[in-house]
């Protein structure tokens, strides 16, 4: 699809979901599932960017999902300890940073060491993919406010002069707001994503599986998005119907 005429988003947020109900779906085990999504997460990846899009951020492991089986945990851990780096190839080509939201405990020195490989080799590009990592918006408010009660003790920061923009610099990420948020598989919740990033996205719900949300579906959610009537609180004059 022609995307140049488009008044795109800046920053595209997709909570990866329906990974284990694809695979169940065809009599596969729940791990077919999620090396299909992670395969889906290089490749439309890709294509999100190269249509024009300068910042993507991928739920791809919560805080919360600790919650499920050892077998399953252990799972994801070691796929994304042996394939991240996968990802490295189109972000050098396509000159796309790395960042990982998230923290760092509970996770295997392996996965961190390549997770900072990963920031340090493309650290120079303009483009952006934030990975969230054993992320959780709670987790990240938290420890964003603590960064900010040590640095006002500190003498660093008048608490004064915080606002929007200085509360953004505590978070794992600077980024701009998210415009558009993408949760594929049906579900309507955020599941603790980016409750910050969030506050003025559009939401889209497909109801299709994560592994099955491609180039065409993605196209078909930009149309949607080109749609709406984005207001900020405000009126658009211009507009016949308001
Ligand atoms: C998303 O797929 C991947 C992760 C949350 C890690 P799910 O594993 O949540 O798939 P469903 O929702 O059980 O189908
Ligand atoms: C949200 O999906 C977390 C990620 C996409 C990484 P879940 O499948 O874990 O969310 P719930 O349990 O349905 O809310
Ligand atoms: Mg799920």
């Known amino acids: 699809m022609d995307y140049s005429s488009l008044k795109l988003p800046n920053h595209v947020g997709i909570i990866v979901d329906g990974n284990g109900r694809w695979a169940l779906e065809r009599g596969l085990s729940r791990s077919k599932g999620h090396e299909a999504g992670f395969n889906n997460v290089k490749k439309l990846g890709r294509y999100i960017f190269s249509r024009g899009i300068n910042y993507v951020s991928a739920y791809l492991f919560s805080t919360e999902n600790f919650k499920r089986s050892e077998m399953e945990v252990n799972f994801l851990m070691n796929l994304f300890a042996t394939r ?33 490989r990963l920031e340090e080799e493309t650290k120079n590009y303009d483009k952006v993919f934030n990975l969230c990592f054993n992320y959780g918006s709670h987790a990240e408010i938290i420890d964003a406010t603590k960064k900010i009660v040590n640095d006002v003790n500190d003498g660093k920061l008048d608490i004064d002069n915080l606002d929007e923009s200085i509360y953004s610099k505590y978070l794992y990420q600077d980024l701009p707001p998210i415009d558009f948020l993408i949760r594929t598989s049906g579900e309507m919740r955020l599941s603790n994503f980016m409750l910050w990033q969030v506050s003025y996205a559009e939401f889209y719900f497909p109801k299709v599986y994560f592994p099955d949300f491609d180039e ?9 998005y080109t749609s709406r009537d984005r207001r900020f609180g405000g009126i658009n004059y211009e507009n016949k119907s308001n």
């Open 84 to 116: 991240m780096e996968e990802i490295l190839e189109f972000c050098h080509e396509d000159k796309i940073k790395i960042v990982v939201s998230g923290r760092k405990e509970r996770l295997s020195s392996k996965i961190i060491k390549v997770m900072e």
């Open 216 to 224: 065409n579906e993605f196209d078909k959610a930009i149309v949607e």
